[in-house]
Structures are given as structure tokens and as C-alpha cells.
């Protein structure tokens, strides 16, 4: 998991990036609801990253029950709050990189109408993967808005030596 545990902390940092972005986003924009794009706002978007991270690693990985993780979006009313949600995902991640002992033994989880087989490593890898495609989209969303990601700010993941 070691691997993992870094590759992690740089995705972390990358959302710094766009935590930082986000907070020159006026709330307003932040939160407008648009019925003609995925979610619906940024911040619907952002919220369903974080659950992503919930489900995956918190339900499906630690048993967690769904209910105990699951909000609706407008309970993050502005990016400082979202920025809390983020900080349980994080905490969600430590604990899973502290219990996690065999990454890649398979086990099952039923999802849905489907009994999946996952494994610890997958399940942590799973909502990365889901948070850099949704944050294309929140850039893309940001940007018809009218707030482009400005050119001097990195948007893709940071590089190690950052």
C-alpha cells in the first residue's frame, strides 16, 4: 500500500489546487444549479466526487453502512464546507491505508443488483480514477460559467517534485 499511500497524496494535493481555484468562484456560481449538465453544478459535482471516495473505499472496502456516509450535495453550501467533506474522505483513506493489509486478495461486496469482486487496492483506486474524469468536468462546467481555470494554475496532477 505504500504506493498507493503516495500515489494518493498526490491526488490530495492536486485537489488542493482546485479547492483554491474553487474559492475565487463566486458561491453563487459555485452553487447554480444548471439542469442542462452532468450533476448539475459544480458543487453537486464536487459532492458526488467525495461520495465516490464514501462508497468505494468506506462501504465497499470498510463495511461501513451507506447510510452513515451518504449526504445530499446541498449540505456542502459553499467550497469551505466541501473542503470539510474532503478532509473525512482523507480520514476515510487513512483509515483504510492503516487496515488494509492484503491489497490485492480478492473478496466480494454486493452492489447494487450485482456481487462484484474487489479487491482493497482496487477499491482505492476506483474513486481516483472517477475523481480526475468528474473534474474534467467541473473545469468544463466552470468555464461555460464563465470562470476558466486560469492559465498560470496547473490543472492536471501534481508532479512529485511539488
Avoid at 451518504?70 to 491505508?97: H, I, K, S, Y
Amino acid at each position: 500500500m505504500t504506493d498507493l499511500k503516495l500515489e494518493y497524496d498526490w491526488v490530495r494535493r492536486t485537489r488542493e489546487n482546485l479547492f483554491a481555484f474553487l474559492e475565487t468562484v463566486p458561491n453563487k456560481v459555485y452553487t447554480l444549479e444548471r439542469a442542462d449538465f452532468a450533476y448539475g453544478s459544480l458543487r453537486n459535482i464536487h459532492a458526488h466526487i467525495a461520495f465516490g471516495y464514501l462508497l468505494w473505499v468506506g462501504v465497499m472496502g470498510l463495511e461501513y453502512p451507506r447510510s452513515a456516509l451518504e449526504r445530499p450535495a446541498t449540505d456542502f453550501p459553499d467550497v469551505a464546507a466541501m473542503r470539510a467533506r474532503f478532509q473525512q474522505v482523507d480520514a476515510l483513506l487513512g483509515e483504510a491505508f492503516a487496515k488494509f493489509s492484503d491489497p490485492d486478495a480478492m473478496f466480494t461486496r454486493q452492489y447494487r443488483t450485482e456481487t462484484l469482486q474487489l479487491t482493497q487496492r482496487w477499491v482505492i483506486f476506483r474513486p481516483i480514477t472517477h475523481e480526475f474524469h468528474h473534474k474534467g468536468q467541473l473545469l468544463a462546467l466552470a468555464r461555460v460559467l464563465g470562470h476558466p481555470l486560469p492559465p498560470e494554475m496547473y490543472g492536471e496532477l501534481v508532479g512529485p517534485f511539488e
